[in-house]
């Protein structure tokens, strides 16, 4: 029964079950309110994690694919003969079986080459890469022409290439002759030297003016041969003595500044663009420079389309399938056309839900248009 005041007036309030029905409502009410939030905040985080993780990982796919446009531009279309494994020792893909020299192609191949410490597949490794192509903006866009290649005196293995006066001179907007230090042959440049004969890879070791460059053996990226050595591991620049001569190069023959660059993905999963020769500025062992541009990089596979429409994942391998044997192809690079690069990202914190990381798969496809249609 309510109580009434001395005032006449009724002091009946709330009965416990009465507060109780409305703290319950009051507490799912309030439950709903913050599992909405909740969800949104990790809506919200999810979304700014996986924004984080892609970002630099699409920047490196980004940059993979300037340089697949690039591959092969002002490039020989067979490559250039480099010392047997150097593709090996230098852009890590396997050994080849034989001792003849290597063929640097404008692209690469190397499939299923390294391990990965965030990889969930057990005996799952990452693909390699690299390309090739001319620096075209090297001495206002030309050639520099060659006259002749000898031994310094004393120095019988060291390949001195004399340039020709006028192989400086420019054309258009350059200054002729060209005497800007950027677009002048420095130490540790990377050239292909062309001929009718030949097509070599070689490292500037020493640069005398506008007259001479020197390839010297035991660059730091061991690509020059010695001059007076024999066969396969002399130097393919030694002059041509006779038309039965072939282990060498006839002068008229020309040398263009060229990059030579490579991704690989690292053990602890970080995303690498490595670049060989052409650090000016940089000393002999700094002529192989690694940037990262990804990371926590779980997976990075390649295919490939070739002219003929076929798809692989390595071009090379011969009829057996299998990398290394004697009927792998080198020259099966020439005919990619197509690359589609399949890169899966991990998250750097769990998931507040699942307490687990997340993958992140993207997948990008480029067009090899140089290789196709650049007569080198």
């Keep these: 029964m309510a ?58 796919v980004h940059m993979i694919g300037r340089d697949v446009l690039n591959a092969g531009l002002g490039y020989h279309r067979r ?9 090996s020792s230098q852009l890590g893909v396997p050994s080849d079986v034989d001792a003849a020299r290597d063929m640097l192609t404008g692209v690469v191949v190397g499939n299923n080459i390294n391990t990965n410490n965030l990889s969930s597949t057990a005996g799952l490794k990452t693909d390699t890469i690299s390309f090739a192509y001319r620096d075209v903006d090297f001495n206002c866009g030309n050639a520099m022409e060659l ?4 031994g ?28 800007d230090q950027a677009s002048l042959p420095q130490p540790y440049d990377l050239f292909l030297v062309e001929s009718d004969t030949s097509q070599v890879g070689i490292v500037a070791t020493a640069v005398n003016g ?19 050595g024999s066969g396969a591991a ?84 011969g009829p057996d399938g299998i990398v290394g044997t004697i009927d792998d192809d080198w020259q099966q690079f020439n005919r990619i056309r197509q690359l589609t690069i399949s890169i899966k990202v991990q998250s750097t914190e769990p998931d507040e839900k699942t307490g687990l990381l997340e993958s992140i798969s993207f997948t990008s496809t480029f067009s090899t248009r140089n290789l196709g249609y650049d007569a080198g």
Excluded: H, W
Excluded at 152 to 177: D, E, Q, V, W, Y
């Design 234 to 317: 002399g130097s393919l620049l030694r002059q041509c003595t006779s038309s039965a001569d072939t282990n060498c190069t006839t002068y008229s023959a020309t040398a263009k500044r060229v990059f030579l660059v490579s991704y690989k993905v690292k053990t602890d999963g970080t995303l690498v663009r490595m670049t060989y020769g052409n650090n000016r500025g940089a000393g002999a062992t700094s002529q192989v420079q690694e940037l990262p541009m990804a990371y926590n990089v779980e997976d990075f596979q390649i295919r490939y389309v070739l002219d003929d429409g076929t798809v692989t994942d390595n071009p090379s391998v």
């Design 152 to 179: 310094p005196s004393g120095f019988p293995a060291i390949n001195r290439l004399t340039l020709k006066a006028s192989s400086m001179a420019a054309a258009g907007p350059c200054p002729a002759p060209r005497t």
């Design 79 to 87: 490559g250039a003969m480099v010392p047997d494994n150097f593709n």
């Design 3 to 60: 109580n009434i005041s001395k005032f006449g007036k009724s002091e009946k309030g709330f009965s416990l079950l009465e507060l109780l029905v409305a703290m319950a409502i009051f507490l799912v009410v309030t439950g709903s309110i913050y599992g909405l939030l909740s969800l949104g905040r990790y809506d919200r985080n999810r979304s700014s994690r996986r924004s984080d993780v892609l970002k630099n990982a699409r920047v490196a």
């Design 147 to 150: 006259q002749g290649v000898a």
């Design 210 to 228: 506008t007259s001479t460059i020197d390839a010297a053996p035991a660059d730091p990226l061991s690509m020059n041969q010695p001059l007076n």
